[in-house]
């Protein structure tokens, strides 16, 4: 096999045939996928049969703390995580442009694999298309995720009530950082790792917890765009005790030196909840039992109003506008 | 609303909000889809579940007969309704350059949606990517499909036998010839239009008849292609019969000024199956009562030894190679 990707990859014949049976097929034979089938037969599993799709175009594909194939298996589990779901099956499209190496195609689809088996997850069917140089940009992945939700869980924003308790699994911004820093341009090094992790450990062991109302993931635009959605869904506001949301040194650094918020920043694998006032402890204590949730906190509460606010440590209130301009694109 | 997209459109914040609400959703408002929801439910229906995945890369977007919004649904509807499954869900990513039309954009879309009501199917969950300008070519789709299979259907070329005959459902080679004259730089313009469309009505009318094998859709790499996957899987061979295969003049014209076979060329709206020989009477009767059926024909045979065979209108044979070069990149 030639070292690099050329469009006759793409094109449905031999080149293509062999691409995917020694990289894709090779990488993903724990999952049993059929290359020769047009479509995949799934078993159905007890529950509510649930479904999500996530595109990823970060750059650059490798970051400290994970690369394009870990991420496209994490962010699809973690939206069916959230959702209160265990993800079952995965489907993989891969966008190649003509050049890339197939050596690094092939260490990223192994990281992809790997990081499916770590999730339980099956990839079961897949696509790849070959495009010119100059028209992508190395590697862009999709995946559609199949999943199954235990039908009394009921989670979701309009269940979120006035006095609710806002919680945070860990400290914010750490993957829009990591990638930041990762991105030669800036100069920049440090010790940062990206967040990038299954949160399924996390939503499994609270989601039947009745005091439980919603869980999301706080990727691109960071939890305060997380905050604007639930505020905007369920017309309360909310607001942020500043010295509760934990953020790390290097992270704050960064950002100030660069201009950016750490509350805008993506995170892809932390967890916000929100909770009944009551039962928030019990959440933020079962959080904690587990390595990626040793940080988990309450950081705020839903409030009346509309507003999303973030209460200084001196009691001042700075209002958390919605994000406009992109402060860091390509971070997923 | 600005006419261009710009790299905001993608950061999760107010412009990504935006576009989302007033064109997909917006499109997209007989799916019922939540675009504030993480995952989709989807109801289960009676059979077997499939799943299938396929990426949209054609240029140029808009070509005669359809684009690759209408495209992105037959693709997979098409992959779901070879494998003798009635498609019910999508999902759609979009991986959007910068700099790309908002106006174009909404057709592009528009169109999805009218093909996905055409094919009752429901796009329940979607993700929007925007890359830098350069990283991309205007417009990538993906779409995955999820659709069930009656127990007793069972597709699938471990079912092929020596004998069995070969259809097809139409004349080959039309959207890859159609997409060719599309693109300027060749200077040639015909009346001709891609074949590409929903096969669902014909897998509907013969999916249940017992001596039915396999059918596949002759996408990339045309029916040549896909007589290659059936020899290599059943260690069979295949006779196709020259004479019967259906070839537009126009086809036939533009292949021969430029080198190009149609047996290799992709169609997005044909059907080849495999039958036993004393039912393919009754499934060619079947798929002519369709107008995308009306050329249906059986074209050639399984027979022993492994090799695919092109037996012309004087009896001379022809070896049908695998595909190699890419004859036409970027055809779906």
Chains 1, 2 share one sequence.
């Not at 079961?124 to 940009?137: L, M």
């Amino acid at each position: 096999m030639s070292e690099l990707i050329t469009l006759a990859h793409g094109n449905g014949g031999r080149l293509m045939r062999e691409l995917i049976e020694e990289i894709f097929a090779h990488a993903l034979a724990d999952s049993h996928i059929d290359t020769s089938a047009d479509a995949a037969t799934i078993d159905m599993h007890e529950g509510v049969a649930m479904l999500t799709t996530d595109s990823f175009t970060v750059k650059p594909l490798q970051f400290p703390g994970g690369d394009i194939g870990s991420l496209a298996v994490h962010g699809t589990v973690n939206d069916l995580a959230v959702s209160g779901a265990t993800p079952r099956y995965l489907t993989l499209n891969a966008i190649i442009e003509e050049g890339f190496s197939i050596g690094q195609l092939r260490i990223l689809i192994t990281s992809l694999a790997r990081a499916a088996r770590e999730c339980g997850v099956r990839v079961v069917a897949g696509d790849t298309k070959v495009v010119a140089r100059g028209e992508g940009s190395g590697l862009y992945l999709a995946t559609t995720g199949v999943g199954f939700r235990p039908a009394p869980v009921d989670l979701g924003m309009h269940r979120i009530k006035e006095g609710d308790h806002i919680i945070v699994s860990g400290p914010v911004g750490d993957h829009g950082t990591a990638v930041l820093l990762a991105r030669e341009q800036f100069g920049l090094r440090g010790d940062l790792k990206s967040d990038a992790a299954s949160v399924l450990p996390l939503t499994l062991a609270v989601r039947e917890l009745p005091g439980l109302r919603f869980m999301r993931d706080p990727t691109r635009g960071g939890i305060a765009t997380v905050m604007h959605e639930v505020a905007r869904a369920t017309r309360y506001g909310v607001h942020l005790d500043e010295s509760a949301i934990a953020v790390r040194g290097s992270v704050r650094t960064v950002c100030d030196m660069l201009g950016y918020d750490p509350l805008y920043l993506a995170c892809e694998g932390r967890v916000v909840a929100v909770a009944a006032p009551d039962q928030s402890d019990e959440l933020v204590q079962r959080w904690r039992a587990f390595d990626i949730g040793r940080e988990a906190a309450v950081i705020g509460k839903i409030t009346r109003g509309n507003a999303v606010v973030l209460v200084t440590p001196l009691g001042g209130e700075r209002l958390l506008q919605e994000l406009e301009d992109d402060p860091l694109p390509r971070i997923c």
